[in-house]
């Protein structure tokens, strides 16, 4: 597959399933449970997927794949983000909190949500172990680590908090965000993330055309990822990307 449709591909589905997702959790909360029972099939049909899809090691597999793994990944962001799966503390961060209980009180809002992507990144690696086609497992994979370096950076404090999208039932979580001009983690995840993304890019070449379409399908999503660490280091406007998708329900 050619590499800028590779990474043009990973670039559509990024922006219009994350407006997807937004779209589907402003709407009124009558609909929350249709929109969590399609996700859930979808999620149900990307594990099926990533199985029956592991021996199929041409370009469209890998494509296929990539989808899988974005299908799961959007039930864990819908779930969390209707308020379904996200922690046993229900409440703000209490008044005074920092240093270890400041993190464990963060830790409790989210944990049930950490624990489900961390099952499910184990369920995916397991269905496709030592398989050629491996792409849903990257997929999942890139945005479990990359997400979860992002929550540690907001918790240690980033400029550009993106509170925007925060739906009202959630706004809780965001007395446990801090902001801070830089600490000391964002540079090790974008240095660590872009050697990873760099290594993806250049071991394309000697690779088969499946495999080397899902390098560059994983090293295009990392450098998304990396894109919007950039966002909350630094005050830039990015809501505009999907402030479309909520217009007119928020």
């Known amino acids: 597959m050619n590499t800028l449709l ?3 591909f990973v670039v559509g589905v990024w922006w219009l399933s994350t407006a997807v997702v937004l779209r589907l959790v402003w709407l009124p909360r009558r609909t929350h449970r249709r929109s969590i029972g399609i996700a859930s099939v979808l999620a149900v049909a990307g594990l099926v997927a990533s199985f029956a899809l592991r021996n199929d090691d041409t370009s469209l597999g890998a494509c296929l794949g990539f989808l ?3 299908a799961l990944w959007g039930w864990h962001e819908l779930t969390f ?17 920092e240093g270890w209980p400041r993190f464990r009180a963060a830790t409790e809002a989210v944990i049930h949500h950490e624990l489900a992507l961390a099952a499910t990144m184990a369920a995916v690696v397991a269905l496709s172990w030592k398989a050629p086609n491996q792409v849903a497992a990257w997929t999942f994979g890139v945005l479990w680590l990359m997400r979860l370096s992002a929550k540690l950076n907001i918790f240690l404090g980033v400029q550009n908090l993106q509170q925007e999208f925060v739906p009202p039932h959630l ?10 001009r830089l600490n000391p983690l ?5 240095g660590i993330a872009s050697f990873f993304a760099f290594f993806l890019f250049t071991a394309v070449t000697p690779a088969s055309d499946g495999e080397a379409t899902g390098l560059v399908l994983s090293a295009s999503l990392l450098t998304l990822a990396i894109f919007e660490h ?3 280091a630094i005050p830039v406007p990015d809501a505009w990307l999907w402030r479309w998708a909520t217009k007119g329900i928020q």
């Open 6 to 8: 590779a990474v043009l």
């Open 68 to 70: 899988s793994g974005i």
């Open 81 to 97: 983000l209707l308020g379904r799966v996200t922690g046993s503390r229900r409440g703000p961060c209490p008044p005074g909190l």
């Open 171 to 180: 706004r809780y979580l965001t007395s446990y965000f801090r902001v801070s």
């Open 186 to 190: 964002m540079p090790f995840s974008l």
């Open 230 to 232: 950039l966002f909350l």
